[in-house]
């Protein structure tokens, strides 16, 4: 009888996850979006070609590298950068630089409380 009890929990407990209602963050200008995932995507990608800083070296050349950054949208609607991993300090700063310029936004929710969200982008400048 405690392993059906055991079970059944377990089946409850998984169905309740399972239902959850999660949403995603919405970035200012895609409130009316049909799909909102697929306009935060476009909008960042707008927000790095309109805000990365290419850094230069010593002898005035851009430097150029790939980077993985991870970052969260909170559940104020903040970005707050988690790490920045690349080869080039240089090109990870202005990565960083880059990501803090996101603006604020309506945070994602979970079962309709705000909610913080990561994001895990690689980025080849």
């Known amino acids: 009888m405690k392993k059906l009890l055991v079970i059944t929990c377990f089946l409850l407990g998984g169905m309740g996850i399972a239902n959850a209602q999660q949403t995603s963050p919405v970035w200012p200008g895609c409130e009316d979006a049909d799909n909102v995932k697929k306009c935060f995507n476009q909008k960042l990608s707008k927000h790095v ?3 990365y800083v290419y ?4 002898a005035g050349e851009y430097v150029r590298g790939k980077v993985t ?3 969260q949208i909170d559940e104020n609607g903040k970005v707050v950068v988690n790490s920045v991993e690349g080869a080039k300090p240089e ?3 202005a990565a960083k630089e880059m990501i803090l ?3 604020e936004m309506e945070p994602g929710t979970l079962n309709g409380e705000p909610d913080a969200r990561n994001f895990t982008v690689p980025f080849n400048f």
């Not at 850094?55 to 010593?58: A, I, L, Q, T, V």
């Open 91 to 93: 090109v990870n700063q």
């Open 101 to 103: 310029k996101i603006p």
């Open 69 to 71: 950054i991870s970052f």
């Open 55 to 58: 850094p230069k070296n010593d």
């Open 49 to 51: 070609q309109e805000n």
